[in-house]
């Protein structure tokens, strides 16, 4: 981040109101990707429809306050871009909203570097979207930069698309909804259509969902393999009973982890993995009940994560007590 140092200059009166026009329109630039705590709706104009915006949220779900970028805008460094706490947006984004004719471009790095994705339309949870390279690695709270650009509403936008970036997104979105790595053929054509035809990744993911293998899926073995996977258990009939049906009218295999990886189960799983491993670790002993409730209730309800259990043990008597190794 570049600082500049102001000096005073003797301006004549019209160079004065030159400059005051100046210092307004960058005022009300700069303003333009500031966070808000309650946006209200997308304003039209007279002369057509609203110009369109994205919304980012630090929760999944659209959950805590937002940053809003308005169509046209791009923030290079989200490191530099702070919340109305004073809490950097940079690898905190975990859902986006998007509202009129744009396109999101999000990337992995700062100044546009990296992987990077397009969206046109809402993720309620980027722990559903690959971010393609790597297994088992999600945009959820991975994005460094975005650039917002305005598309015609009557007609999607063309998107040209590097070779290795158009693979990327083929990759992801065959993990993130079939479940597997694309086939070469798939790979092919998927990709050729990305380049050719600038396809958004929208319509890759929608053009997938309506293939024959996507429609024939055994959901009753999706949904055991991820229940085995995420909770550790057998599904139970409610749960196997409800996650078929919204399997079989469109969610993918990946919307369906990062469901159960949002539920109250999992965070007391995790939870319990967590304070288990620390006492072990930290006091060298097992978290005895009352501990073991305390920690429990500060991680589901007050959101610590491992390492301020982590502080909070190393800065107990019992530890300050323990003989040095």
Do not use: C
């Not at 999101?104 to 722990?127: I, V």
């Not at 693979?167 to 993990?175: H, K, P």
């Not at 996977?229 to 049906?245: I, N």
């Amino acid at each position: 981040m570049k600082l500049f140092r102001l000096r005073r200059f003797r301006l004549s009166p019209s160079a004065g109101l030159l400059a005051a026009l100046w210092v307004g329109a960058f005022a009300v630039l700069s303003a333009q990707a500031q966070p808000v705590s309650r946006p209200g709706p997308l304003p039209g104009t007279p002369y057509g429809p609203p110009p369109g915006r994205v919304l980012f949220f630090p929760g999944p779900n659209f959950s805590g306050e937002p940053l809003v970028v308005p169509a046209a805008g791009a923030l290079e460094n989200l490191e530099y871009v702070r919340d109305s706490r004073g809490r950097k947006w940079n690898d905190r984004i975990a859902s986006i909203r998007v509202e009129g004719p744009v396109l999101l471009l999000m990337y992995e790095h700062a100044d546009f570097q990296g992987a990077t994705a397009t969206l046109t339309r809402d993720a309620a949870d980027l722990n559903a979207l690959s971010l393609g390279d790597r297994r088992g690695t999600t945009w959820s709270q991975r994005i460094s930069s975005v650039r917002v650009e305005p598309i015609q509403p009557a007609a999607p936008g063309f998107i040209q698309w590097e070779r290795r970036d158009a693979e990327r997104a083929v990759r992801a979105a065959y993990r993130d909804i079939l479940g597997r790595d694309p086939d070469e053929r798939g790979q092919r054509d998927y990709r050729d259509r990305l380049m050719s035809r600038g396809w958004t990744e929208d319509q890759l993911r929608d053009a997938i969902r309506h293939s024959p293998e996507f429609r024939n899926r055994d959901v009753s073995e999706i949904i055991r393999r991820l229940y085995r996977e995420v909770l550790r258990r057998e599904p139970d009939p409610a749960g196997s009973a409800k996650y078929s049906r919204t399997l079989r009218e469109g969610m993918s295999e990946s919307e369906l982890r990062a469901e159960l990886l949002r539920s109250r189960e999992y965070a007391e799983l995790h939870a319990r993995e967590v304070i288990a491993r620390a006492y072990r670790e930290i006091l060298r002993r097992e978290a005895d009940p009352a501990g073991f409730a305390t920690y429990l209730k500060r991680m589901i309800e007050q959101g610590w994560d491992e390492n301020r259990v982590r502080d909070a043990l190393r800065s107990s008597d019992e530890y300050r007590r323990l003989p040095r190794r």
